[in-house]
């Protein structure tokens, strides 16, 4: 019996019509795992050019640019996987405030709750 590398049916339930759905409305974010990946690419580019102009033009220009263009990019990475994990901590508040006001069933909890789902995500 020949068995295949890709298992369909996990798969398939990894890919619900809610997730679907969330990730066409941008409310699943994939940026954190393309930040990781960007990262490594623009580490290698990075050091690629500071070693290019290290041995090809000026030594000490290439060693700035190994040093503190890897650095520089670093800290915009980080920034940016720090931004995305801001809004996924928002976005799990905003979750967890709308499940206590469906259990709590008071006047203002109701107000708050009308107010929650007015938020765009």
Known sequence: MSESI???????ESFTAEEV?????????????????SYVVGLIGVTLWGLGVMFNSSFII??????FGNLFWRVSCEAMIVMFSIHET?????????????TNNSEEVEL??????????
């Open 90 to 102: 928002l976005v799990s508040v905003l979750h967890t405030l709308k499940h206590q006001s469906e």
């Open 6 to 12: 890709i298992n369909f049916e996990k798969l398939k």
């Open 112 to 121: 708050e709750s009308n107010m929650i789902d007015n938020v765009d995500l």
């Open 62 to 67: 290439g060693l700035l640019i190994l040093v």
């Open 21 to 37: 759905s969330n990730f066409f409305s941008f409310k699943s974010m994939v940026s954190n795992k393309l930040a990781k990946i």
